[in-house]
């Protein structure tokens, strides 16, 4: 128990230095300077949300995970930054396909300023696991080894090497 408590502090320390921030549809909630247009609707960055283990007072959100790729744009939300091409079209595939209001997407919702980046960054695992849902944007080139993984209890050699190669998996 004693151990368990330590952690929680730890924690709650550490969630307390990271800006926790969703892209969302509800510019109430919102940075009303902070907005991008994806799917025909305008979707803002929401101010920052209190994370608290005792209190969790966070509304329900969906985590992208996806390739980030070679190419790079401007972010609209922090100007003088750089994302990834795919971080918009991922965006966009998460809010077609997902179940919740908001969303959390690295490129968008982390902070380019240090220490909070870095804070933030470290805090992923909590980010993730506080998520209603998490959608990943797989490449097409997976498309065979899911397939394979469905239909099958084991990987061709073929296929497993393919994983090996692929960005996302690396």
């Known amino acids: 128990l004693h151990g368990t408590i330590k952690w929680n502090q730890l924690l709650s320390k550490a969630l307390n230095r990271m800006d926790f921030r969703l892209v969302v549809e509800d510019p109430d909630i919102a940075d009303p300077e902070k907005t991008i247009q994806v799917n025909g609707r305008p979707w803002y960055l929401s101010k920052s949300l209190r994370v608290d283990l005792e209190h969790p007072e966070l509304p329900n959100f969906t985590c992208i995970s996806y390739v980030w790729g070679p190419a790079r744009e401007p972010n609209p939300f922090h100007p ?82 393919s994983l090996e190669e692929d960005d996302w998996v690396r």
Do not use: Q
Request: glycine share 4%; aromatic share 8%.
């Open 80 to 161: 003088g930054e750089f994302m990834s091409s795919n971080t918009i079209p991922a965006l966009s595939f998460a809010i077609t396909h997902g179940t919740t209001p908001a969303f959390w997407i690295d490129a968008l919702c982390v902070p380019p300023s240090l220490p909070v980046k870095h804070h933030t960054l470290g805090s992923m695992g909590y980010i993730y696991s506080a998520a209603d849902e998490v959608i990943i944007k797989l490449p097409h080139s997976l498309l065979p080894a899911l397939n394979e993984m469905k239909d099958s209890d084991r990987l061709s050699e073929e296929v497993l090497l």
